[in-house]
Structure formats: structure tokens, C-alpha cells
């Protein structure tokens, strides 16, 4: 089966402006799990959807951050305004089950 | 919230040691996962483990739940090997929130 896949890969953008990242699970995963490193620091918890509803999103770290599933399929994560903290490694992971999740390559961001 | 610490934070070994990576947890946990980032940057799931005892290959995994703490074996290391092993903890049953803790960054040389 196809992995979890993430797009792009590296984004670089200046301060203020918009960026958003792709994650297309594994099919049939119903859980969807977006996370992300920050300057180093810990892989920290973004929040969680359950197909196209959003099940915790109590990680996400300010309202500059939308994230989107449409038909329960892939996921968009929207930052606007990006800020220079937003930095870092975004992971996205799907799972059919806890314990089971797949993440993806990740996608580094670089805000200038 | 739950704590977790991982140790060594950085351990070099000469191909085909053994060692044993440490994850302990500040509270009950009902999901306990260890990952490793390769080189390039990919996380993978190595166990799913909250409690007991599991093998895959040349490494296993051990939680003692009561004690709060989980320890990854990796015998016969391999250059592959290289990477950072995460441990992950979380209190959900039913999905994947989990916090991950600071890393062990492994390398080794051939």
C-alpha cells in the first residue's frame, strides 16, 4: 500500500506570508493526526480528525492555523499569517487504529 | 500534563552492539509507541507497546506500566540503526494523541 504522503517537502516563505501543506493519508484511514517539531524542540500534538470531522484540536497553537479535510480524504494545514516560531518539521499520520499510525516524510517549513 | 523522558539522549555504538534506550513517563499511560526517524528525516513505528513484552527482528520492546517506564533493545546494531528513536506516550484508548519525548539520537559506526 501507498504510505502516508506530504506536500511539499521543504517551504520556504517570508514572514506574513501564506502557506499550506498537503497530507494524503493511507486509504481507508479514518483517523488523520497532524504534528510538528519546532526549532529543535519536541514532536508536539496539532490535532486529530476522525474523516472529515475534527475530533481534538486542542495542540493547535493559535488561530493562524486552519486545518481542512474535505470529504474525509487529504488534509490541508493553512498558516496565515506565518510567523518565524512557525518553523519546523510538520507530520502529518494516519492510523486505521491506536497504535497504528503511519506518518508521513514530513514537510519542513522555513519562514524567513 | 504527562512527562516523558528518554535516555541516553545521544549514544554512538560500533556496528553489532547491543544497547537498551530508556523511556520513562510521569503518569498512567494506555498507549506507549516508539518511533524511529532515519537519516532523512521519515518516522517510523517500531512497536505499539502499553504494556508487556514484543520482538521484531533484532530489537524488542519492554513496558512496565506500574513502573512507568519502557526500554527498546536493539541487539546486533546495524548502520541503518542511525537515527533518533522516540518514545510516544498518550492516554487516549481509542486514537493516537500521544506526547513524544526529547529523543535518543543513535549513531553507528561501522
Known amino acids: 500500500e501507498a504510505g502516508v504522503t506530504q506536500f511539499p517537502s521543504h517551504s520556504v516563505i517570508e514572514k506574513g506570508q501564506t502557506v499550506t501543506l498537503r497530507c494524503d493519508p493511507i486509504?481507508?484511514?479514518?483517523?488523520l493526526y497532524w504534528y510538528r517539531r519546532v526549532m529543535g524542540k519536541e514532536i508536539k500534538f496539532l490535532l486529530h480528525?476522525?474523516?472529515?470531522?475534527?475530533?481534538?484540536e486542542s495542540g493547535m497553537p493559535n488561530n493562524r492555523f486552519l486545518a481542512e479535510r474535505t470529504g474525509g480524504t487529504y488534509s490541508t494545514l493553512k498558516v496565515q499569517p506565518a510567523e518565524l516560531e512557525d518553523s519546523g518539521v510538520y507530520f502529518c499520520?494516519?492510523?486505521?487504529?491506536?497504535?497504528?499510525?503511519?506518518f508521513g516524510p514530513g514537510t519542513r517549513l522555513t519562514v524567513t | 500534563g504527562i512527562q516523558v523522558e528518554q535516555s541516553p539522549p545521544d549514544l554512538i555504538l560500533q556496528e553489532g552492539a547491543n544497547s537498551t534506550l530508556r523511556c520513562n513517563f510521569s503518569?498512567?499511560?494506555?498507549?506507549l509507541q516508539w518511533f524511529h526517524q532515519n537519516p532523512w528525516g521519515q518516522l517510523i513505528n517500531l512497536f505499539y507497546?502499553?504494556?508487556g513484552t514484543k520482538q521484531n527482528g533484532r530489537l524488542s520492546a519492554t513496558t512496565v506500566a506500574t513502573e512507568r517506564y519502557s526500554l527498546l533493545y536493539i541487539s546486533s546494531s546495524q548502520t541503518t540503526d542511525s537515527g533518533v528513536y522516540f518514545c510516544?506516550?498518550?492516554?487516549?484508548?481509542?486514537?493516537?494523541?500521544?506526547?513524544f519525548g526529547p529523543g535518543t539520537s543513535l549513531s553507528v559506526i561501522p
Open positions: 510516544a506516550v498518550g492516554w487516549e484508548t481509542s486514537y493516537d494523541k500521544v506526547i
Open positions: 480528525f476522525v474523516k472529515e470531522s475534527k475530533q481534538d
Open positions: 503518569d498512567s499511560v494506555n498507549n
Open positions: 507497546i502499553p504494556s
Open positions: 499520520a494516519s492510523s486505521p487504529a491506536p497504535g497504528q499510525a503511519h
Open positions: 486509504s481507508g484511514h479514518d483517523n
